[in-house]
T-cell receptor, first 109, second 120 residues
Framework: GIQVEQSPPDLILQEGANSTLRCNFSDSVNNLQWFHQNPWGQLINLFYIPSGTKQNGRLSATTVATERYSLLYISSSQTTDSGVYFCAVGAGTASKLTFGTGTRLQVTL | GAVVSQHPSRVICKSGTSVKIECRSLDFQATTMFWYRQFPKQSLMLMATSNEGSKATYEQGVEKDKFLINHASLTLSTLTVTSAHPEDSSFYIC????????????????FGPGTRLLVL
């Protein structure tokens, strides 16, 4: 099956700093989503981005499907950004997602 | 929009009992729902795909007789953990796939808040 690796695995930032999270996948995909899992376990949809670039406030994402990676940018980080960020990909006609290994982000004051 | 609920949020049960978890899409219809399991500090692992009106499709290594899935309507899927044992203790999360309407984007999965199961 498709393999999804995320980097870095852990990240500690001071409030106000910017960061880039990376997601590499091993095969062609037609679905890619970024999620933020908050400390209570809820997964929050950030982007549906199988290709191209999108922005939503302080967050933006870019997927380069031909090179099999996606990037999530967080600018001016806040303590509420803490949690785990997952990318998840899907391929073919099946609608299921394979989740990446996650990046655990801690934003400190 | 695109809200998915799960009930219960937390359950503690004795070994050998069965536990039912409900997953509902509140403001959109979902012909396909998914069930995941997540162990502490790990990623989400897909257990099964639930299709309305038909049998669920289980991932390799997931016992279909132990994890019973029913998707009886376009807004409700249930997961029953039968004869639960301590090793079944985990965080169970469902998702519903949007159909491209005004509320839920096509091929986008929306997740419930999860159910923490502890089997004693």
């Amino acid at each position: 099956g498709i393999q999804v690796e995320q980097s870095p695995p852990d990240l500690i930032l001071q409030e106000g700093a910017n960061s880039t999270l990376r997601c590499n996948f091993s095969d062609s995909v037609n679905n890619l989503q970024w999620f933020h899992q908050n400390p209570w376990g809820q997964l929050i949809n950030l982007f549906y981005i199988p290709s191209g670039t999108k922005q939503n406030g302080r967050l933006s994402a870019t997927t380069v499907a031909t090179e099999r990676y996606s990037l999530l940018y967080i600018s001016s980080s806040q303590t509420t950004d803490s949690g785990v960020y997952f990318c998840a990909v899907g391929a073919g006609t099946a609608s299921k997602l394979t989740f990446g290994t996650g990046t655990r982000l801690q934003v400190t004051l | 929009g695109a809200v998915v609920s799960q009930h219960p949020s937390r359950v503690i049960c004795k070994s050998g009992t069965s536990v039912k978890i409900e997953c509902r899409s509140l403001d959109f219809q979902a012909t396909t729902m998914f069930w995941y399991r997540q162990f502490p500090k790990q990623s989400l692992m897909l257990m099964a795909t639930s299709n309305e009106g038909s049998k669920a499709t289980y991932e390799q290594g997931v016992e279909k007789d132990k994890f019973l899935i029913n998707h009886a309507s376009l807004t409700l899927s249930t997961l029953t953990v039968t004869s639960a044992h301590p090793e079944d203790s985990s965080f169970y999360i469902c998702s519903a796939r949007g159909g491209g309407g005004r509320v839920a984007g096509v091929n986008t999965q929306y997740f419930g808040p999860g159910t923490r199961l502890l089997v004693l």
